[in-house]
């Protein structure tokens, strides 16, 4: 079937049938529900020192502010004369980003001190997944928000309907070759024929039974062997040939 569709002129899907030939295992998420932690307090003395950081940053920011040079010329300067020059009052100037922002943060801070502040963290059914797949990201506060692209390709192979359309010309094979070959864990480049669609969230690929077997240490060479078929000659020239 991959050699018709090269044949055929359609080098995308004939790779993505070895792809999906080549994988071993497949599996769907557990069916995890949200769970909301129970609250924790913050203590006004923690308000009071997150609270003194902000001002000081947003400090910062004001005094840059005010050191640009004022635009405001011609016909509103000549205005602001001749309120001046009848007498007229002066109009407060109105807070900026910055000022609004400390004074939020004050009185947070002024609330903080007679009672803190109770604080609870949403889990999302992908949290656990996506905290494994990212546990080095340590400033990443909900890891699911990120898991749909993470797993473009290394754990989520492409719709095939999206392999008989789009850009796939031979520039994009090799770099895309090259990834399988150099890191395999990474997602798949976009802006390529490619499309990630999985309404029934079922998830496999070569590159992670390749990650299992190896958490194993079961010696295999079924992934490099489809990298060496993919990289022949036969298959390039046919891929160079159809430019798709």
Not at 10 to 21: E, I, K
Not at 103 to 108: D, G, H, T, Y
Request: include cysteine.
């Amino acid at each position: 079937l991959s050699k018709h569709f090269r044949l055929l002129g359609f080098s995308a899907a004939a790779d993505l049938t070895w792809m999906y030939a080549a994988t071993d295992h497949w599996c769907t998420p557990g069916r995890f529900v949200m769970v909301q932690s129970a609250a924790v307090k913050l203590r006004p003395e923690e308000m009071n020192r997150s609270g003194d950081c902000m001002k000081a940053k947003l400090t910062s920011q004001t005094s840059l502010t005010s050191q640009q040079p004022s635009q405001q010329t011609g016909q509103s300067g000549q205005e602001t004369s001749q309120q001046d020059s009848q007498g007229g009052e002066e109009p407060s100037p109105q807070p900026g980003p910055a000022e609004k922002e400390l004074s939020k943060e004050a009185k947070v801070s002024k609330a903080g001190k007679k009672k803190g502040l109770d604080m609870q963290k949403t889990y999302r059914p992908g949290f656990m997944w996506g905290q494994l797949c990212s546990w080095f990201k340590q400033t990443i506060y909900d890891p699911s928000a990120s898991l749909s692209a993470d797993r473009r390709g290394s754990m989520s192979l492409p719709d095939p309907e999206s392999a008989l359309g789009g850009r796939f010309n031979a520039k994009d094979r090799k770099a895309w070759l090259e990834q399988l070959e150099r890191s395999p864990s990474a997602m798949w480049p976009t802006g390529t024929c490619w499309s990630f669609k999985n309404p029934a969230k079922v998830y496999g690929s070569p590159m992670l039974d390749a990650a299992v077997r190896d958490s194993k240490h079961i010696q295999s060479t079924r992934y490099k062997d489809l990298l060496r078929y993919l990289k022949q000659p036969d298959a390039c020239n046919l891929a160079d040939s159809a430019g798709r």
